[in-house]
Structures are given as structure tokens and as C-alpha cells.
């Protein structure tokens, strides 16, 4: 099993960036777990430019994923109940479990049709440049649930 973060545009700040690879170095004694980017457009036109990005993004995903949009309106859960769908999950999906992050837009409508699940990290708006951060956390939060660890109180 192999869990990638896919996010449009690499993290500018450093600080964000290192942050998210700590929590990816923390998961992988539990999982294979990446974090893969695609460009981010240039368009100044916002449709245009999340239609390109989103084409980029599709050309990552292979037809076994499993793919989780991270979007405004996606199912919030708990720590808890992440950690159990994500075992869930792991236990049950045949190709990679594949997290899309979109850009400052979103995503594109082709992604979306993509998708097989939708997730909202909070009811508050983040920069998109924090989500890899939070979903790795998250990630690495829910294999201390499932093994019983002390990182999760």
C-alpha cells in the first residue's frame, strides 16, 4: 500500500514545506507515503488556469487509486474517525491511496468527477500551501491511533 499527497505548486515557505516532510518521514515506518507536486498555471484566468492544473493532476492518477479530494465541502471527521476510515481503507484498496490538494482556485470539475471520496480538513478556509502540512499530521495521527501510540491523547 502506498499513500501519496498531491498537491498543485510546491510550498513556498520553507517552513511549511519542512514541516510536511516531518510528518511524511514520521509515517513511513507504517506506510510507503510520498508527497508529489504538479505545476501550478500561469494563467491569469482562474478557470483556465485550474482546467490546466487539474490535467496535470489527472495525468498522476492511475486507474486502481483510490482518489481523496481535499475540498471545502468534503466530509469532515474526527482524528479518530479518520484513523479508522483510513485503515479502512488500507486494508480494502487494491492501487495507491492518492490525497489531491488543489491550488489557490481549487480544483477542476474533471477532478472532482475523478474522485472517490472528498475530505475537509476544518469548516475554516486554509491557504492551500498549509494543507500538506495538515494532512500529513493527520495521517501520521491516524497510525498512532490504529497502533495504539502515545502521540494521540
Known amino acids: 500500500m502506498k499513500i501519496i499527497i498531491?498537491?498543485?505548486g510546491k510550498t513556498k515557505d520553507i517552513?511549511?514545506?519542512a514541516l510536511a516532510d516531518r510528518y511524511v518521514k514520521r509515517t513511513r515506518p507504517f506506510v510507503t507515503i510520498g508527497h508529489e507536486f504538479v505545476p501550478e498555471g500561469k494563467d491569469k484566468d482562474r478557470n483556465r488556469k485550474t482546467e490546466r492544473e487539474g490535467e496535470e493532476l489527472l495525468k498522476r492518477v492511475q486507474p486502481r487509486d483510490f482518489v481523496v479530494t481535499l475540498e471545502e465541502g468534503g466530509e469532515e471527521r474526527t482524528s479518530p474517525a479518520f484513523a479508522r476510515w483510513l485503515g479502512e481503507l488500507i486494508d480494502g484498496t487494491p492501487g495507491r491511496i492518492l490525497f489531491i490538494v488543489g491550488g489557490a482556485f481549487g480544483l477542476s470539475r474533471?477532478?472532482?468527477d475523478r474522485r472517490d471520496a472528498s475530505l475537509s480538513l476544518s469548516k475554516m478556509t486554509f491557504p492551500h500551501e498549509?494543507?500538506?502540512a495538515l494532512l500529513a499530521e493527520q495521517i501520521y495521527r491516524s497510525f498512532t491511533i490504529l497502533r495504539g501510540g502515545e502521540y494521540h491523547h
Open 130 to 132: 498549509f494543507c500538506p
Open 15 to 17: 517552513h511549511l514545506s
Open 110 to 112: 474533471k477532478v472532482c
Open 6 to 8: 498531491l498537491s498543485v
